[in-house]
């Protein structure tokens, strides 16, 4: 089992930045690749990005790319999503999961098994 707790959102203007941090239970957590998505009112979650096993490799929505960065501290059981030059269209309730496989390419939701509550960010034009 792995718990997942997301943090980190708020209101924020057009052009500023936030950084989420998902915070995991379980000693699986080093095991697991980790992904972020989100979803806005009225839309499917998306995929914002992923990182591997041992923070190695990492993947990002084309939308998110150069702006968005994801990292974690294996030590700490915790992944980070820092996010600069956030635009009005990345408000959504922003999720992470972990996906204890690892085997795939990690931007389904289908891959991933474990999931936290969400974080809402908001930001404003």
């Known amino acids: 089992q792995v718990q997942l707790v997301e943090s980190g959102g708020g209101l924020v203007q057009a052009g500023g930045s936030l950084r989420l941090s998902c915070a995991a239970s379980g000693r699986t957590f080093s095991n697991a690749a980790m992904g972020w998505f989100r979803q806005a009112p009225g839309k499917e979650r998306e995929f914002v990005a992923r990182?591997?096993?041992?923070?190695?490799?990492?993947r990002y929505a084309d939308s998110v790319k150069g702006r968005f960065t994801i990292s974690r501290e294996n030590a700490r059981n915790t992944v980070y999503l820092q996010m600069n030059s956030l635009k009005p269209e990345d408000t959504a309730i922003y999720y992470c999961?972990?996906?204890?496989?690892?085997?795939?390419?990690?931007?389904?939701?289908?891959?991933?098994?474990?999931w936290g509550q969400g974080t809402q960010v908001t930001v404003s034009s």
């Open positions: 990182i591997s096993r041992f923070g190695v490799a990492t």
């Open positions: 999961a972990a996906d204890v496989r690892a085997g795939g390419v990690g931007v389904s939701s289908d891959e991933y098994d474990y």
